[in-house]
């Protein structure tokens, strides 16, 4: 067990406390905006859920998807699993692992979810994790993204940068998290090949939750 992953542990149980007491039901909101696009869907990777809110929705939605759920801490993917019915977990595949180590089954997956996740990696990890899922991912698959942001001007920006730095002391205080800033994910994926066919903000900008489009695949 790693000293990350026990650290990530620890915040298992109070994670949905801590993030209602923070933000109400944004967060919850914004992840849930765009789910309704994976009914279809048949196989479908989901990175850093955390407690499993997202996981056990995506289960209702899409009831013939396989997904696979991966998370560094065991205690959050055992959270996630306790959400769930019998007939749910016999198709959910449980991993733990560092998704920037990970190994990702090439032209597999029709839709990735990140919500909440990247902004715990710096650019360069970003940028490496999306080299290697993109191979795993099958024409006309989608990346449903959902995440901080920093305004561009005024008094919204100032208040999110103030948050966002808030965030990243206390993450890097109980989960010895190294990135210090939000990275430009959105750009990343952009440059990547990716498109946006939806986006959603949230606060004036604050949250944003985003569908992307995969090299190649069918609007």
């Known amino acids: 067990m790693t000293s990350r992953e026990k650290t990530f542990d620890r915040l298992a149980r109070p994670?949905?406390?801590l993030e209602?007491?923070?933000?109400?039901?944004?967060?919850?909101?914004a992840r849930f905006k765009h789910l309704d696009r994976l009914r279809d869907h048949r196989r479908i990777l989901l990175l850093g859920d955390g407690d499993g809110r997202v996981l056990a929705r995506v289960c209702s939605l899409a009831p013939q998807a396989q997904i696979d759920s991966l998370d560094v801490s065991t205690a959050m993917l055992a959270k996630a699993s306790a959400r769930l019915s019998p007939a749910d977990k016999?198709?959910?595949?449980f991993r733990h692992a560092d998704a920037l180590k990970a190994?990702?089954?090439?032209?597999t997956y029709d839709a990735v979810i990140t919500f909440f996740f990247l902004d715990c990696f710096t650019n360069?990890?970003?940028a490496t994790l999306i080299r290697r899922i993109c191979p795993s991912l099958r024409t006309g698959a989608i990346w449903l993204f959902a995440d901080f942001a920093e305004p561009a001007q005024g008094w919204v920006r100032l208040r999110a940068k103030a948050w966002v730095g808030i965030m990243y002391a206390f993450f890097r205080w109980q989960t010895g998290l190294t990135a210090r800033q939000l990275p430009n994910s959105e750009e990343l994926l952009l440059q990547a090949g990716f498109e946006r066919s939806a986006e959603t903000t949230f606060q004036r900008g604050f949250v944003r939750?985003?569908?992307?489009?995969?090299?190649?695949?069918?609007?």
């Open 15 to 17: 994670y949905r406390l």
């Open 20 to 29: 209602w007491a923070a933000f109400g039901s944004l967060l919850e909101r």
């Open 90 to 93: 016999c198709r959910v595949h």
């Open 103 to 107: 190994d990702y089954p090439a032209d």
């Open 124 to 126: 360069d990890q970003v």
């Open 209 to 219: 939750s985003v569908v992307f489009n995969h090299p190649g695949s069918q609007t």
